[in-house]
């Protein structure tokens, strides 16, 4: 049997009145928020209409869709439908890094599409180069940073999963790049990311959309959509209705408008810090002048990075999921993941004890049983979707609508013929089978993470079945 160790971050802990000075002046609020300011708002439906396409969902997903579709018809009529304001869930309040990976890294894509990975690759890399140019020609005001990734290890048993080659930093490399005592070593992929200021990402491809011509309406929950028959589909929201062609469905984390998908994703939460700006010694003492996004190799990994301002983001480690699938805001203040985010933060910058959280912030994460997106058609090839991204979404929800879009047109396309997009994942259980399996999977995650990263028997059974996973 394994014996248990303390972890880099347990080892580095702070006492409970250090926390909880640095908590004390934060508030339950996005920071992004603060940071982007009010934006002027769209109207909601009020008046029965047509369109030919239907989007539901303001977020990402539902705006590169949008964007898509002007541009491949100009003519073509697509009307928007959010339920709350553009950007509002987790296309808002997400820590800002923007991925090529389509997959979810590079093990999770290997695992569950050997044959097809090395296209999956290249397809996620042209993507990003895509939404790179889009940043400059769309001129999308979203303080975009191509600046990659440093992935480090904080645990001498970490240090060989990095590999070898160029970009593999040793520590004094790494800690030339991020000063923390905790880094052993790392890998700087400089071409993989960036790091943007997700809100108003949202914010600038609703800007462009409306400037296309779509029709955005906010505050404007469907309800349901009537596609009986084969003509129009009858889109329903409280007050009118959306006569329509076709419709596409992002609504992620949020309950499913289709049956068929109303087990294949569950919300899982997450939750971030902000620090107040670091002063020009504070930033001397950890570096990190080329402003690269970080995260760690544990299980339950820990994501941070710089913002304009020079604040630290710090989020990531706990992942909660509430019985019932359930999406409440309620579940977006929870004290003991915050208390537990300060103390490793102040773990991996001793350097910068006194500095105070101004912010702190939840919200749930689509979560799918293959950690990536899945796609598909409904009623009769009129309804397509999109969801269970899982955390990395920033970039891969611009290939998404992309893809939504051939599907619609039926068209055989590269992207059509991916496994990726014609096979769907397993469905999460039912309750309560969902909450005891999740449950026990974080438990053994964290149990690995005590254990040099040795899986326990029951996430050795998840990789042999295909479920695997390290967060």
Request: charged share 25%; proline share 4%; with cysteine.
């Amino acid at each position: 049997m394994s014996i248990a160790h303390s972890t880099a971050y347990e080892r580095g802990a702070v006492d409970s009145a250090t926390i909880a000075a640095a908590l004390a002046d934060s508030t339950l609020r996005n920071f992004w928020e603060d940071e982007a300011g009010p934006a002027g708002p769209h109207p909601a439906l009020t008046s029965s209409t047509r369109a030919d396409l239907t989007i539901i969902g303001g977020g990402y997903t539902g705006l590169w869709t949008a964007v898509h579709a002007k541009r491949r018809d100009p003519a073509r009529r697509v009307v928007l439908l959010e339920a709350e304001t553009v950007g509002w869930a987790a296309s808002g309040r997400n820590g800002g890094f923007c991925d090529a990976s389509l997959t979810h890294g590079e093990e999770n894509g290997r695992n569950r599409w050997p044959a097809e990975y090395d296209r999956l690759h290249h397809l996620g890399e042209d993507n990003l180069d895509a939404f790179d140019r889009d940043v400059r020609d769309l001129e999308l005001k979203c303080q975009w940073e191509r600046t990659g990734t440093l992935t480090v290890a904080v645990e001498e048993h970490q240090v060989s999963w990095l590999g070898s080659g160029p970009d593999v930093l040793d520590r004094d490399a790494v800690r030339a790049q991020v000063n923390s005592p905790l880094f052993l070593a790392g890998v700087w992929r400089r071409d993989g990311s960036a790091i943007v200021q997700p809100l108003r990402l949202a914010r600038e491809l609703a800007r462009v959309a409306r400037d296309l011509g779509v029709e955005i309406f906010e505050n404007s929950a469907v309800t349901g959509i009537d596609t009986r028959g084969r003509g129009p589909v009858t889109v329903h929201t409280a007050r009118a209705t959306v006569t329509t062609a076709q419709v596409v469905l992002a609504t992620n984390a949020f309950p499913a408008l289709l049956r068929r998908n109303r087990l294949m994703t569950v919300p899982v939460y997450d939750y971030v810090l902000v620090t107040e700006p670091l002063s020009d010694s504070q930033m001397a003492a950890v570096g990190w002048a080329n402003r690269q996004g970080l995260s760690d190799m544990a299980n339950q990994f820990h994501y941070s990075r710089v913002t304009e301002d020079n604040r630290i983001l710090y989020g990531g480690y706990d992942a909660i999921y509430h019985a019932g699938r359930r999406v409440r805001a309620a579940y977006e203040d929870r004290s003991a993941t915050y208390e537990r985010l300060a103390s490793h933060f102040l773990a991996t910058f001793p350097q910068l004890e006194g500095l105070r959280f101004t912010h702190r912030w939840g919200g749930a994460i689509d979560t799918s049983t293959q950690f990536s997106a899945f796609f598909g058609l409904a009623r009769r090839g009129r309804v397509a979707y999109a969801q269970g991204f899982t955390g990395l979404g920033v970039g891969a929800t611009r290939f998404a609508g992309e893809v939504m879009l051939d599907l619609l047109d039926g068209a055989d396309t590269e992207r059509t013929r991916l496994a990726m997009v014609r096979k769907r994942p397993l469905p999460f259980p039912p309750e309560p089978a969902a909450s005891i399996g999740i449950n026990l999977t974080r438990w053994s995650l964290d149990r690995a993470d005590h254990r040099r990263g040795r899986r326990n028997l029951f996430l050795r059974t998840l990789d042999a079945a295909g479920l695997g996973f390290d967060s």
